[in-house]
Protein backbone atom coordinates (compact mmCIF):
# COMPACT_ATOMS: atom_id res chain seq x y z
CA UNK A 1 0.00 0.00 0.00
CA UNK A 2 2.54 2.41 1.03
CA UNK A 3 4.79 1.63 -2.31
CA UNK A 4 1.70 2.40 -4.25
CA UNK A 5 1.46 5.66 -2.59
CA UNK A 6 5.03 6.58 -2.93
CA UNK A 7 4.70 5.26 -6.66
CA UNK A 8 1.78 7.67 -7.43
CA UNK A 9 3.47 10.84 -5.57
CA UNK A 10 6.67 9.68 -7.78
CA UNK A 11 5.02 9.75 -11.26
CA UNK A 12 2.86 12.97 -9.90
CA UNK A 13 6.47 14.80 -8.93
CA UNK A 14 7.46 13.50 -12.91
CA UNK A 15 4.95 15.17 -14.03
CA UNK A 16 5.04 18.32 -12.67
CA UNK A 17 8.26 18.99 -13.30
CA UNK A 18 7.91 17.90 -17.07
CA UNK A 19 4.83 20.12 -17.25
CA UNK A 20 7.06 22.90 -15.53
CA UNK A 21 9.53 22.76 -18.13
CA UNK A 22 7.47 23.01 -21.16
CA UNK A 23 5.83 25.73 -19.67
CA UNK A 24 9.33 27.57 -19.62
CA UNK A 25 10.02 26.76 -22.95
CA UNK A 26 6.77 28.24 -23.59
CA UNK A 27 7.54 31.59 -21.86
CA UNK A 28 10.80 31.67 -23.17
CA UNK A 29 9.37 31.23 -26.77
CA UNK A 30 6.98 33.35 -26.37
CA UNK A 31 9.59 36.40 -25.11
CA UNK A 32 11.47 35.50 -28.24
CA UNK A 33 8.88 35.66 -30.13
CA UNK A 34 7.64 39.71 -28.66
CA UNK A 35 11.07 40.41 -29.07
CA UNK A 36 11.36 39.31 -33.04
CA UNK A 37 8.00 41.09 -33.72
CA UNK A 38 9.54 44.03 -32.15
CA UNK A 39 12.54 44.44 -34.00
CA UNK A 40 10.94 43.71 -37.62
CA UNK A 41 10.04 47.42 -37.48
CA UNK A 42 13.82 48.67 -37.33
CA UNK A 43 15.21 46.10 -39.68
CA UNK A 44 16.12 47.13 -43.74
CA UNK A 45 15.18 44.70 -46.21
CA UNK A 46 17.38 42.44 -46.35
CA UNK A 47 17.31 41.81 -42.65
CA UNK A 48 13.66 41.27 -42.83
CA UNK A 49 13.98 38.02 -44.65
CA UNK A 50 16.20 36.62 -41.64
CA UNK A 51 13.49 38.05 -39.44
CA UNK A 52 10.96 36.41 -40.88
CA UNK A 53 12.40 32.70 -40.49
CA UNK A 54 13.20 33.64 -37.10
CA UNK A 55 9.29 34.42 -36.05
CA UNK A 56 8.11 31.44 -38.22
CA UNK A 57 10.66 29.23 -36.22
CA UNK A 58 9.24 30.12 -32.74
CA UNK A 59 6.34 30.21 -34.01
CA UNK A 60 6.68 26.68 -34.87
CA UNK A 61 8.11 26.06 -31.51
CA UNK A 62 5.59 27.41 -29.25
CA UNK A 63 3.52 25.03 -31.39
CA UNK A 64 5.39 22.12 -30.30
CA UNK A 65 5.39 23.60 -26.39
CA UNK A 66 1.63 23.91 -26.76
CA UNK A 67 0.70 20.39 -27.84
CA UNK A 68 3.54 18.49 -25.67
CA UNK A 69 1.73 19.71 -22.89
CA UNK A 70 -1.81 18.83 -24.12
CA UNK A 71 -0.83 15.89 -24.57
CA UNK A 72 1.39 15.51 -21.35
CA UNK A 73 -2.17 16.80 -19.52
CA UNK A 74 -4.25 13.84 -21.80
CA UNK A 75 -2.02 11.46 -20.50
CA UNK A 76 -2.62 12.06 -16.84
CA UNK A 77 -5.94 12.08 -17.36
CA UNK A 78 -5.81 8.84 -18.63
CA UNK A 79 -3.88 7.30 -15.92
CA UNK A 80 -6.26 8.47 -13.51
Do not use: W
Not at 17 to 23: A, C, G, H, K, Y
Amino acid sequence: MAEAVRSRRKKAAQYEEERRQLVEGMKQTRDQLNFAYAQINTYTDPDLVACVYEINSLQSRYSYFVRQVKELEAAREEAV
